[in-house]
């Protein structure tokens, strides 16, 4: 099997498994989410991003994550094992992480001036831990019939963890409050002129506007 047979075949399995959730917990998922961490143990300061993909090897097919809006919940760090006994994946692991609304304390809207207008939302809070944190980032939009004056309304869930918390591993990390800021520009390129709203976790919310078009000229 070729990497293009490979590539086909993982967004196969991956589409059939978010089929999957949908049918048996009718909810609505986002894939893949951008994870932003301060992984490292000693030095806190330098915030990473990782934007991980479905990844196959040697028979395992690990996706990096499943965001449920609904529920809430965030999956991530799921590995799934062929087994050609029965001609399919076995789930060998997955790790849930709930969305904590208050990981986001405040959220500013900053908007540029010069065409095309880029749109970025500045999130702030505080992390339990001073080192060994990551954040779980997703955005999507949806257009609500019940809202004709918005042409869309960006939804961005934010999720948590600690990278050493409940594990062995030894990690010169204190309890005490860590800041973090987090800036996020929205997917606003390509789209037309008119009046989008924004919420973060559902809790904070705000709207913006277009002028024209949103492109190159």
Do not use: W
């Amino acid at each position: 099997m070729n990497n293009h047979q490979k590539r086909k075949t993982i967004d196969f399995i991956f589409s059939i498994l978010i089929l999957g959730l949908m049918v048996l917990i009718p909810i609505s998922v986002q894939s893949n989410p951008i994870y932003y961490g301060m992984l490292g143990r000693g030095d806190t300061s330098h915030v990473g991003k990782a934007e991980p993909d479905n990844f196959y090897h040697d028979g395992i097919l690990s996706i990096p994550g499943i965001v449920t809006f609904d529920h809430n919940v965030l999956y991530h760090n799921i590995r799934l094992h062929y087994d050609p006994a029965i001609d399919a994946y076995k789930l060998m692991g997955v790790d849930a992480v709930p969305l904590n609304e208050d990981i986001v304390e405040q959220v500013d809207l900053v908007v540029t001036g010069e065409q095309p207008i880029q749109v970025f939302l500045k999130l702030s809070g505080y992390f339990n831990y001073s080192c060994g944190n990551v954040l779980i980032v997703n955005q999507g939009h949806t257009k609500y019939m019940d809202k004709p004056q918005y042409r869309l309304r960006f939804e961005v869930t934010v999720a948590f963890y600690n990278r050493f918390s409940g594990t062995d591993t030894e990690a010169p990390c204190t309890t005490d409050d860590k800041l973090y800021t987090l800036v996020l520009p929205l997917q606003v390129y390509g789209q037309s002129a008119g009046t989008y709203e924004y919420t973060v976790n559902g809790k904070h919310t705000g709207t913006f506007e277009l002028k024209s078009e949103n492109v190159i000229k």
